[in-house]
């Protein structure tokens, strides 16, 4: 029963993020077009990429740990100070570093030095964004559904009206300020939260010599390794299709994966704060084994069959969650789906490696995902492909990767 309530408050609280991400894209493409869509896709990866580094990105870390000394208080309240400490100074050291260098950012991000001041903006927002995510992260390590909920939807209701009028009224700089303030107002729930919880005021600052920033260092080794795959990648690989193919064609990719990334939020985010705390607690590699067996079989079955609507639906959802104008993605997404199922299946795997900080299994395998997506976008780009080889390639990548997590775990298990 436990968990399917939180399988349930989890749905229901990233379902809100998924409806409030499919109106800020649809928004942007009744007021900007496909054309902007591709303009802003740059900026919405440099979002994303500061929302994942934001505080270090311990957020998985910070889980499993919290996960290991909940019936520890003393051991707990050390580490999640350590924890605020280390996520507080990581912040800082990235707010200097984005704001110094502003506008050279915002000219390879825009194509315009113009924009730095939404550069310098984002710098202070990443601020909010590492403490909304370092009470999410305390929360999921004690298993409590009900504050990632809270948080998750009363964000998601406050940035919905507010994003609308921005974009409504200021079209390209309000679609700016709206996707910042889409991760932002986490911070709002989150702190009243953070003041109602046994945390408040008990709260320390810590020595850099904690042995606790070590281990929280090698998580964000790990988060690095995923920005690099992931976000940096999406932007190198966006540079190669607008070069080739023009801002139409980067438009209807960026849709793909927007669309793509919502609705693959609601595995990632159930596997890491619902399988992620399982593993860490569990040292008998056979169970281990046998739990990622079930929750691959869980997960694949779950997916195929909202894909499986979502594709023979294709027409309706496009129009519904983006444009007409968008209708040539229906020809195309059937590679983002085929694609997503192995990247989803592999993470199930993957995510043992986080509960257990496989840190040099963890780089390997995110370097090695970014590196083969962009190599093999390349070679599909200079031979002219077109879009539907770029997205065959996101296919190829995810397959190889997920027959490498198979092999991965089996010699896990058995060794």
Same mark, same amino acid.
Request: proline content about 2%; overall charge positive; charged content about 15%.
């Given at each position: *029963?436990?968990?399917?309530?939180?399988?349930?408050?989890?749905?229901?609280?990233?379902?809100?993020?998924?409806?409030?991400?499919?109106?800020?894209?649809?928004?942007?493409? *009744?007021?900007?077009?496909?054309?902007? &869509?591709?303009?802003?896709?740059?900026?919405?990866?440099?979002?994303?990429?500061?929302?994942?580094?934001?505080?270090?990105?311990?957020? @998985?870390?910070?889980?499993?740990?919290?996960? /290991?000394?909940? @019936?520890?208080? +003393?051991?707990?309240?050390?580490?999640?100070? #350590?924890?605020? #400490?280390? !996520?507080?100074?990581?912040?800082?050291?990235?707010?200097?570093?984005?704001? #110094?260098?502003?506008?050279?950012?915002?000219?390879?991000?825009?194509? !315009?030095? /113009?924009y730095f001041p939404a550069i310098i903006f984002l710098a202070c927002a990443q601020l909010g964004f590492a403490f909304s995510n370092m009470v999410i992260g305390v929360a999921n390590g004690l298993r409590d559904t009900k504050t990632f909920a809270k948080i998750q939807i009363l964000g998601n209701s406050i940035a919905f009206p507010f994003s609308w009028y921005l974009i409504a009224e200021y079209k390209l700089l309000g679609a700016i300020l709206a996707i910042v303030f889409s991760y932002l107002l986490y911070v709002f729930p989150a702190f009243y939260l953070f003041v109602k919880s046994k945390f408040w005021g008990r709260i320390f600052f810590t020595g850099f010599?904690?042995? %606790?920033?070590?281990? &929280?260092?090698?998580?964000?080794?790990?988060?690095?390794?995923?920005?690099?795959?992931?976000?940096?990648? =999406?932007?190198?690989? +966006? =540079?190669?299709?607008?070069?080739?193919?023009?801002? $139409?064609?980067?438009?209807?990719? $960026?849709?793909?994966?927007?669309?793509?990334?919502?609705?693959?939020?609601?595995? #990632?985010?159930?596997?890491?704060?619902?399988?992620?705390?399982?593993?860490?607690?569990? @040292?008998?590699?056979?169970e281990i084994g046998?739990?990622?067996?079930?929750?691959?079989?869980?997960?694949?079955?779950?997916?195929?069959? %909202?894909?499986?609507?979502?594709?023979?639906?294709?027409?309706?959802?496009?129009?519904?969650?983006?444009?007409?104008?968008? /209708?040539?993605?229906?020809?195309?997404?059937k590679y983002q789906l085929l694609g997503d199922f192995f990247k989803i299946s592999a993470y199930v795997i993957g995510f043992v490696g986080v509960a257990k900080a496989a840190l040099k299994l963890y780089l390997a395998a995110e370097l090695f995902q970014g590196g083969a997506f962009l190599l093999t976008t390349w070679l599909s780009v200079q031979q002219g492909f077109g879009l539907e080889g770029v997205l065959v390639s996101y296919v190829i990548t995810n397959f190889i990767y997920f027959i490498l997590a198979c092999a991965g775990i089996v010699i896990y298990v058995k060794r």
């Open positions: *029963m436990r968990a399917i309530y939180s399988i349930a408050l989890t749905s229901v609280a990233h379902l809100s993020k998924i409806v409030t991400g499919f109106i800020l894209i649809k928004l942007v493409a *009744m007021y900007l077009g496909v054309e902007g &869509l591709g303009k802003l896709g740059n900026f919405m990866n440099a979002v994303a990429l500061l929302y994942l580094l934001a505080g270090g990105g311990v957020i @998985n870390g910070v889980v499993k740990y919290v996960a /290991e000394y909940n @019936n520890r208080p +003393r051991a707990l309240l050390s580490f999640v100070s #350590t924890a605020a #400490t280390y !996520s507080f100074i990581v912040s800082v050291l990235i707010f200097l570093l984005v704001a #110094t260098f502003s506008a050279r950012i915002s000219s390879y991000v825009f194509g !315009s030095s /113009e010599k904690d042995k %606790g920033f070590l281990k &929280l260092f090698s998580y964000s080794l790990m988060v690095c390794a995923g920005a690099i795959s992931f976000p940096l990648v =999406e932007m190198l690989v +966006r =540079e190669m299709i607008i070069r080739s193919y023009g801002y $139409q064609a980067a438009g209807l990719w $960026q849709a793909s994966i927007r669309l793509s990334s919502a609705y693959l939020g609601f595995f #990632t985010i159930f596997l890491a704060y619902y399988f992620v705390p399982l593993i860490s607690a569990e @040292n008998n590699k056979n046998r739990m990622v067996l079930k929750f691959l079989i869980f997960v694949s079955v779950i997916f195929l069959a %909202g894909a499986t609507v979502f594709y023979i639906r294709r027409e309706f959802f496009i129009g519904l969650l983006l444009s007409h104008e968008f /209708e040539p993605l229906g020809d195309l997404i």
